[in-house]
């Protein structure tokens, strides 16, 4: 490689890594809420994300979402993908101690809420301690369903496209079962009606 190409290289994703930091630093602006941005903030975090382990099913914007087995708050088996078919879903992957997860909590039990029996289902996937999700959600009520995962190499939010871990992170998952849109960080406030229009 050139040297000019390998300085025009490392300005480039000098520059990458600034905004990202800038985004994360003062709080999520606009760019953050396009999809457009969306597609840049996830392409730097995979970029910087650990290897995905050989031969794990994971979710691509477009195409079915794989079989995750997970257990609800009674320590019963879930099958995210048969459990919920026929109606879209918002999956949101969050924990106990992550404190942007927790601010979110409120608009996706308002969205829930809104949705009724018909309208989009909300999953939330817990990756953390079940003793811990449920003290939180003694404290913290919510009526959607929660599922629980061990945060992990292989956990919910690597297979649903999260390689980089960040929580909180949501996914649109279509009534048949295709992954429509990813979105990394907390929704604010209002924000989820409009994201979740196919």
């Known amino acids: 490689m050139k040297p000019t190409t390998r300085v025009l290289l490392i300005a480039v994703a000098a520059g990458l890594a600034g905004l990202l930091a800038s985004l994360l630093t003062t709080g999520p602006g606009p760019l953050l809420r396009t999809e457009a941005g969306q597609r840049l903030l996830g392409a730097v975090l995979s970029a910087r994300a650990p290897r995905t382990p050989s031969g794990l099913a994971v979710a691509k914007k477009g195409q ?15 099958s995210l993908a048969s459990s919920y078919r026929g109606r879209p879903l918002l999956v949101n992957l969050w924990a106990s101690w992550c404190a942007p997860c927790v601010t979110e909590m409120p ?4 969205f829930s ?11 939330g996937i817990a990756l953390d301690d079940p003793a ?46 295709v992954l429509l849109k990813q ?16």
């Open 64 to 78: 079915p979402i794989p079989d995750l087995s997970l257990t609800d708050l009674q320590g019963r088996p879930v």
């Open 107 to 110: 608009e996706l039990q308002a």
């Open 113 to 123: 809420r809104e949705q009724g029996t018909n309208g989009i289902q909300v999953v």
């Open 132 to 177: 811990a999700v449920k003290a939180f959600l003694a404290r913290i009520a919510v009526t959607y369903p929660i599922l629980v995962d061990t945060p992990g190499a292989r956990d919910a939010g690597v297979r649903l496209g999260n390689a980089a871990g960040v929580l909180p992170y949501s996914v649109l998952v279509s009534r048949d079962g």
């Open 183 to 198: 979105r990394i960080g907390p929704f604010a406030p209002g924000e989820i009606a409009s994201w979740a229009k196919p």
